[in-house]
């Protein structure tokens, strides 16, 4: 990155908050929200809405961070060519990603990254189920949820904008709720780990109780009796948003959506020196995921 200035902005982003870029990069939290609002002078606009609950990329923000990523990837490509340090980063890499999102969005960028990393003997599994980090089975948990963990070092890859959808068959047997109180009349599609549903709307951040129609721990399950006309789901828009778009499904009480401070994230345990092939698989991840999470999401949402 040419100017420090862009690579703390980029750092915010990827770490969710400036208080956890700060730590990552050796400065103080008013130290680098200076240097954040130096950028910002400099530019001539605000790249971060401030609340006291958390961070909002503006448009010009995420356009920025956006053009930044692909750069940044590129300079280090570059260096890698020349200093020839892909040929150094090699060993067992075991990586897990939910089902969903890592058929969807993860597994894809997979031969780019086995490409670039011949040397990497790569584990990568999918699986819903929650994997304690700590007891050394995977080095790296991909996450996406509000909390990435107790004692764990996240870094955001995007946000994962939900919403309340089910099929019109459905709708069209039980009726459209009106309200979050109507939902208690309806079937809830859920899998074992995620209700209650914490949903942000006109009231704020309310919580919704519930049990699931059908008990599953797979979110691929929920998905696909959601289309099926089984019930209401909370869904990420990564997952629903062709068959949104098709008609296959359809918003539910659209003035709600799940909680905006849930994000999707890399997630290992915390070491004095990240290994060099856990490093690769973060960037990596980062500079295929990012992008095309935004796009789907809308604007990005950090926490702060």
């Known amino acids: 990155m040419f100017d420090p200035d862009y690579g703390h902005f980029v750092q915010i982003v990827k770490t969710g908050s400036i208080s956890a870029a700060a730590r990552s990069r050796g400065l103080s939290t008013a130290a680098l929200s200076k240097r954040l609002a130096r950028l910002e002078g400099r530019l001539g606009a605000r790249l971060i809405n401030r609340t006291t609950r958390r961070l909002t990329l503006t448009a010009v923000g995420q356009d920025l961070y956006e053009t930044l990523i692909p750069l940044n990837a590129s300079l280090k490509a570059a260096e890698d060519r020349i200093a020839g340090r892909h040929t150094d980063i090699s060993g067992a890499l075991r990586v897990t990603a939910p089902t969903s999102f890592g058929r969807l969005r993860a597994v894809h960028c997979l031969p780019a990254f086995l490409a670039r990393f011949p040397k990497i003997d790569l584990t990568f599994d999918l699986s819903d189920e929650f994997v304690d980090l700590l007891d050394d089975r995977y080095d790296l948990a991909i996450r996406i949820g509000d909390q990435i963990g107790t004692g764990l070092v996240g870094h955001r890859l995007g946000t994962s904008s939900r919403v309340l959808c089910a099929a019109p068959a459905y709708l069209a047997r039980f009726g459209e709720p009106a309200s979050l109180a109507d939902l208690a009349h309806h079937h809830l599609l859920a899998t074992e780990a995620q209700l209650p549903w914490h949903l942000d709307g006109p009231e704020g951040t309310v919580v919704k109780q519930g049990q699931s129609h059908v008990r599953t721990n797979s979110s691929e399950v ?76 809308g604007q990005w949402v950090l926490s702060a």
């Open 222 to 297: 929920v998905r696909e009796l959601a289309l099926g006309g089984c019930g209401i789901a909370l869904r990420s828009l990564w997952d629903v948003s062709d068959a949104l778009a098709a008609g296959a499904l359809c918003r539910v009480l659209p003035h709600y959506q799940g909680s905006l401070d849930a994000g999707i994230f890399a997630v290992h345990t915390p070491a004095p020196t990240i290994p060099a092939r856990i490093s690769a698989m973060i960037d990596h991840l980062i500079e295929h995921i990012s992008t095309a999470t935004s796009s789907d999401a």
